[in-house]
């Protein structure tokens, strides 16, 4: 079983254009060119479970489709996606923010779905997809030290007592600390000889796994960067 997660920035894009004519212009551009390449890539890799960050959802840079959706359609998998932030935010009320979310898509069969809620930080959500083996959660970062470390204690609380093998996909921003250990779990870094690592490079996004170890048979980690000078660098690839 391969594992994708990947943060593709609503297809915005990177590298020079995307400040042009302004710095981060580029979140406010129409995605369409950069989200068929990314879909292409995607596509190359087949994966079987899907982790995506930063999704539009249907803001007038994607014209009106939710962009999970219509990679879940080329890829012929299922997919559940939900806003980042929660009803009660004040970024509901405003456009194209309320199209911001994260997604999975599987090929395999959905058992039951969960969106919880963390108690701090603006970017809250944490998606939880059940599987008939594992359960996957899957979850963006505040930038924010001090919330991040209440978001990791509130994701153990949500984990620590579940049965089945856990894959925790996680991408976050680095300003401020690079701390992102968990409370004490049967929880192992994901670094293999030859990675970079964790994070990659301090001043750009990047994403992590942990994973409960003694669940699973040998799994490995790749780290990759993309070479493309439009699409998001980093992406990680488990295999199972």
Request: glycine share 4%; hydrophobic share 40%; proline share 6%.
């Amino acid at each position: 079983m391969r594992f994708l997660l990947y943060n593709i920035r609503y297809a915005a894009g990177i590298g020079r254009k995307f400040h042009l004519p302004v710095p981060y212009s580029g979140y406010f551009k129409n995605t369409n060119g950069n989200f068929k390449k990314i879909v292409d890539f995607i596509k190359s890799l087949n994966p079987d479970i899907l982790g995506l960050i930063e999704v539009d959802a249907g803001s007038f840079r994607s014209a009106k489709s939710n962009q999970a959706e219509a990679i879940a359609q080329e890829l012929k998998h299922f997919h559940i996606y939900q806003s980042k932030y929660s009803t009660a935010s004040m970024v509901q009320k405003v456009p194209v923010l309320n199209k911001q979310g994260n997604a999975i898509l599987t090929n395999q069969r959905i058992v039951s779905q969960n969106f919880h809620y963390f108690s701090n930080g603006v970017k809250r959500l944490v998606i939880e997809l059940e599987l008939k083996d594992v359960s996957i959660f899957l979850v963006h970062l505040s930038i924010k030290f001090r919330h991040r470390q209440y978001q990791l204690q509130d994701l153990h609380n949500m984990i620590k007592n579940l049965k089945k093998p856990v894959i925790i996909s996680m991408c976050y921003g680095v300003i401020g600390s690079s701390n992102y250990s968990l409370p004490p779990l049967s929880f192992t870094m994901p670094t293999a000889t030859g990675n970079p690592p964790i994070p990659a490079e301090p001043r750009e996004d990047s994403s992590i796994l942990f994973f409960t170890a003694r669940k699973f048979t040998s799994p490995i980690f790749r780290y990759h960067r993309s070479n493309s000078p439009t699409m998001p660098r980093w992406y990680v690839i488990l295999r199972l």
